[in-house]
């Protein structure tokens, strides 16, 4: 998959800075993909992250981790996609 740039015009410095700490999930939104948060069941909360063709990472909430943490781990995960083609699934067992 090729990563294209944002074509967002008016950012303000704050956007800059979150589109720098979370650059890959951007990326892959920009490009067409797509970031879910929900819960899966009453006591797991999940993040995932999409492109058009497959899953590259599903994530479950640690206990006491912040959604920013969360955010954090989902932006990694994605760069691990990419590079590494390792997909993470928290999800499903194995």
């Given at each position: 998959m090729t990563r294209k740039t944002s074509s967002r015009k008016s950012k303000t410095v704050a956007?800059?800075?979150l589109a720098a700490r979370w650059q890959h999930i951007e990326q892959l939104i920009d490009y067409g993909g797509d970031v879910t948060l929900g819960a899966v069941?009453?006591?797991?909360?999940?993040?995932t992250a999409s492109d058009q063709d497959q899953c590259l990472a599903m994530l479950q909430r640690r206990d006491g981790e912040t959604l920013v943490e969360m955010l954090d781990r989902l932006d990694a995960a994605i760069a691990s996609a990419w590079d590494d083609e390792e997909f993470i699934d928290e999800i499903n067992p194995p």
């Open positions: 956007d800059e800075s069941s009453r006591d797991i909360c999940a993040m």
